[in-house]
């Protein structure tokens, strides 16, 4: 370990508890800090509007999803394109109980904590449940098992009365200690909440990685049979991975939920998988920081691609629909590029930029 | 003395000034509204021509002064019928001031009716979903509701049925809320003394083949098969069915099976992929047609003229639906001005909701006026048949409403 903790230069662990810290240097953790005081403090000075919001909301919740996906998918190497469907597990455990006991009840309205970690362990407990083909099945095989349970899911919820037969199941206003959480401040409030979430979960997902339990996955991932000899359990490995990933997606679920006051079939498609998996990839799979990453990069894109569309749409001749085209074709493009030029996601540029300071002023 | 006299001729000249620039109230305004739909992926083929209905028409208002000097500002979304994107538009429009939302699906409506009220804004839906007029009470839905649509149809087939034995039908209809959204009410107009028999619900998937489906329905003598869809389904099904020879030539031809549908199932873009199999397909909707000559025809063929729309948008019935949602709030805004008031979320809703008797609103597009009041939330009550003849929709009787619906 260097000498000095402020500005270490190069790698000097001597133990491997050292290797495992979380921040490398006061530096680091001072500017985690700030960050995370920023996040914090910025709307108490910026008056962003309600879509704004909404986006931020959605970008935060996606990344609780995607740190779930991150685990089973980057970490673990189980490929899951049904991961939607554990997110929507999380937001129709909360719509469902609203449904059944009504969606003002003090358990939906007062007892939200309670509700989103229920939601939490329901996904747990069907991701467990979704992983244990995972025991026997890899690769593609396990893939289309997965995306079973994503048509399965979609069956239920589009046939079942109890869940309105895919139509909005909605969930009543949230009470706080100031009292009822109105329309003025409900995004503004969701924020804090899913950020704290959000920040507890990445916390916990990066100790996890310190752990035996953590580093069971990425064995696994590596060569099962290898960590198999070593003493670890790939098939129990790998159904915890996938319980690990519903209770993420499952707290996600019920996040969404509460945000948009309500649970309809349309948010949890296999198209929702695969933006999900996007996010993994583009973020960067196997890494903490790409689970933040990725849902930032696609969220930010298709918006920035709804706009050039509405904004090329203004020269460009009604009749031939450029600019409907315009906005598929532009992200899909952006996501293939992206894949071919940089696969090991948007992670990599921060660890090449991490590096870079890391060394300075050295060039390697 | 002299610099006392400047500046009072400085201060007359800048009171003058701002005399003559101030425009006077509600003069030169402009009124912002909101659309947002799928204009790209699913139900699109009905979006699209929507988009340019409700776009063409609000340009028309500008271009032409039909609201005087003051202007009307329609920003239109694609929310590629996702309802999280609905509501991001939704709430992008609200933090912009709009003063009437002009929404789309039927779950995105659903979605958003605790909102609705909350913001208190009059909204003007594509979906004629009666479910959304009973959960939010600022929807105001434009015509003949699905389910109204649906009991029409049931009705003509219980009144020209031929033989003394009840008519059995089949409902085919779409595996969503819009889909499912009219069969409570079919099945209650029956319970109610409607004379027909429901043999099967067929909710269908993506099948590229119903010759199954179709051999079974005509096994259990199904005679009527009533659509609540989108086109694509229908078509697959009358192909199939001519193929197999168990189209009616006529209808209520014996042995044989008569289809009949609701607003999103017909429309030229039928004709177009069924071909000759959509001959005899029945279908229902408050909206004119252009291939019904009349003076609707000319001014809607016009306008798409106008604004550079090709032949296949200008004659399709969902550019006259979003030319008319259009029409609808446009005129709720001329009202409000003329009666002197502020154009408001408020005012729009007290001049919709003034909007019958004498005061009903007449637009060229539909088959009858527009009324609404404060227990009548949809628009256009009375219904028109239309049946497939030589490649196009003709007229069957008269404009009708529904007598098992009210």
């Known amino acids: 370990m260097s000498a000095n903790r402020w500005f270490a230069t190069g790698n000097f662990y001597t133990t491997y508890r050292q290797e495992q810290r979380i921040f490398t240097t006061h530096l680091d953790r001072v500017l985690f800090g700030l960050f995370l005081f920023f996040l914090f403090v910025w709307p108490l000075f910026v008056s962003a509007s309600n879509k704004h919001m909404l986006v931020i909301n959605n970008i935060l919740i996606a990344v609780v999803a995607v740190y779930g996906l991150n685990l089973v998918t980057g970490f673990a190497g189980l490929i ?29 309205t007062h007892a939200w904590p309670l509700m989103i970690l229920i939601s939490g362990f329901m996904g747990a407990a069907f991701g467990a449940f979704v992983g244990l083909p995972a025991m026997r099945l890899k690769h593609l095989y396990l893939a289309i098992a997965t995306l079973s349970f ?11 009365t109890f869940f309105n037969q895919g139509q909005m199941i909605a969930v009543g206003r949230v009470f706080w200690i100031s009292g009822q959480v109105g329309r003025n401040e409900h995004y503004l409030f969701w924020y804090y909440v899913i950020l704290v979430t959000a920040v507890v979960c990445g916390l916990g997902v990066r100790n996890l990685l310190r752990t035996r339990y953590g580093r069971c996955l990425v064995a696994v991932r590596d060569n099962d049979r290898a960590a198999d000899a070593m003493g670890m359990h790939p098939g129990l490995t790998k159904v915890y991975a996938f ?20 649970a309809g079939f349309e948010s949890f498609t296999l198209h929702h998988s695969i933006i999900y998996l996007a996010m993994a990839i583009v973020g960067g799979l196997g890494t903490l920081p790409g689970s933040l990453f990725g849902p930032v ?12 569309s509405e904004w090329a749409g203004t020269f460009l001749p009604a009749t031939m629909n450029l600019a409907t085209a315009l906005r598929p074709l532009g992200f899909g493009l952006v996501i293939v590029l992206f894949l071919m030029f940089e696969p090991r996601g948007i992670a ?17 | 003395m002299k610099g006392i006299r400047f500046r009072g001729c400085m201060v007359v000249l800048a009171l003058g000034l701002a005399l003559v620039l101030t425009p006077p109230a509600a003069a030169g305004e402009t009124y912002k509204l909101g659309l947002s739909l799928a204009i790209t992926g699913p139900t699109s083929d009905a979006g699209n021509p929507y988009s340019k209905g409700v776009e063409d028409y609000m340009r028309l208002v500008n271009d032409t002064g039909i609201l005087g000097d003051a202007k009307v500002d329609c920003p ?27 929404s789309y699906a039927t779950g995105g409506n659903l979605a958003l009716a605790q909102d609705f009220d909350e913001v208190q804004i009059p909204v003007i839906p594509a979906s004629f979903h009666k479910g959304i007029v009973d959960a939010a009470k600022y929807v105001f839905l434009p015509i003949a509701s699905y389910s109204h649509q649906y009991v029409g149809l049931g009705e003509y087939v219980a009144k020209n049925h031929k033989g003394g034995d009840l008519p059995k039908v089949a409902c085919f209809i779409h595996p969503s809320a819009f889909g499912r959204a009219p069969l409570e009410d079919f099945q209650a107009a029956i319970a109610a003394g409607l004379k027909m028999e429901i043999v099967e619900v067929v909710e269908h998937g993506k099948d590229l083949d119903n010759s199954a489906l179709l051999q079974r329905l005509r096994s259990k003598g199904v005679q009527y098969v009533l659509c609540q869809t989108v086109q694509s389904p229908v078509v697959t099904l009358i192909n199939d069915s001519q193929r197999l020879g168990l189209t009616a030539q006529s209808f209520g031809e014996e042995g044989k099976i008569t289809f009949l549908g609701a607003h999103y199932t017909g429309g030229n873009d039928l004709i177009a992929l069924a071909g000759s199999a959509a001959e005899g397909f029945y279908w229902t909707t408050s909206y004119r047609l252009t291939s019904e000559k009349g003076p609707w025809t000319a001014w809607q063929l016009d306008l798409a003229k106008k604004y550079g729309r090709d032949e296949k948008t200008a004659n399709s019935h969902n550019y006259t639906n979003g030319i008319m949602a259009a029409q609808v709030a446009v005129e709720a805004i001329r009202r409000t001005r003329e009666a002197g008031q502020e154009v408001t979320r408020a005012a729009l809703y007290e001049t919709l909701n003034q909007m019958n008797g004498d005061k009903a609103y007449q637009p060229l597009t539909t088959v009858g006026p527009v009324t609404y009041s404060a227990t009548d939330r949809m628009g256009v009550d009375t219904l028109q048949l239309y049946v497939v003849k030589d490649g196009a929709f003709r007229a069957v009787g008269e404009p009708f409403k529904p007598e098992y619906l009210k």
């Open chain 1, 150 to 160: 994503q048509m399965i899911f979609s069956w239920t919820i589009n046939f079942m």
């Open chain 2, 76 to 102: 239109i979304r694609d929310d590629m019928y996702e309802t999280a994107v609905t509501k991001r538009n939704f709430e992008d429009f609200i933090d912009q001031g709009i003063v009437l939302f002009l």
């Open chain 1, 243 to 262: 319980a690990l990933a519903g209770f993420f997606a499952g707290i996600a679920g019920a996040l969404h939920t509460y945000m948009f006051r309500g």
């Open chain 1, 348 to 364: 990599n540029w921060w660890r090449i930029c991490r590096s870079y300071f890391k060394l300075w002023p050295f060039r390697y």
């Open chain 1, 80 to 108: 899951s394109i049904g991961h939607a469907a554990f997110v929507g597990i999380g937001a129709y455990t909360l719509a469902g109980t609203a449904r059944a006991i009504g969606d003002s009840h003090v358990l939906i």
């Open chain 1, 297 to 308: 990069a696609i969220q930010i894109l298709e918006l920035q691609m709804e706009h050039i």
